[in-house]
């Protein structure tokens, strides 16, 4: 079994920025991946970021050279560095990770961004 537990977030003006951590621990043998969905009031969930085992990364088109997705190997944790934030970046963000056994989810971090 695997937990993820989800630190950063909260309120932020526009143009400021935050970082979200996400830490897993638990039956932990071969990462996938890692990375971050959001999701706002009303709407689905949306992929924002990932970061593969041998590091390399994706982005979603609406965060791309404003968010950075990092990895610390050793502590099984990733990070979402979130800069230049838009009142629509406001969203729930949840961390995931892909293991051979399935997906696990962290319990979601509120990000709000006001205006």
């Known amino acids: 079994q695997v937990q993820l537990v989800q630190s950063g977030g909260g309120l932020v003006q526009a143009g400021g920025s935050l970082r979200l951590s996400c830490a897993a621990s638990g039956s932990i043998f071969r990462i996938n991946a890692m990375g971050w969905y959001r999701q706002a009031p009303g709407e689905q969930r949306d992929f924002i970021a990932l970061v593969l085992s041998g590091g390399s990364t994706n982005l979603a088109d609406s965060v791309k050279g404003r968010f950075t997705i990092s990895r610390d190997n050793a502590a099984n944790t990733v990070y979402l560095q979130m800069n230049s934030l838009k009142p629509e970046d406001t969203a729930v963000y949840y961390c995931?990770?892909?293991?051979?056994?399935?997906?696990?989810w962290g319990q979601g971090t509120q990000v709000t961004v006001s205006s």
């Open positions: 995931y990770i892909d293991l051979r056994s399935g997906r696990s």
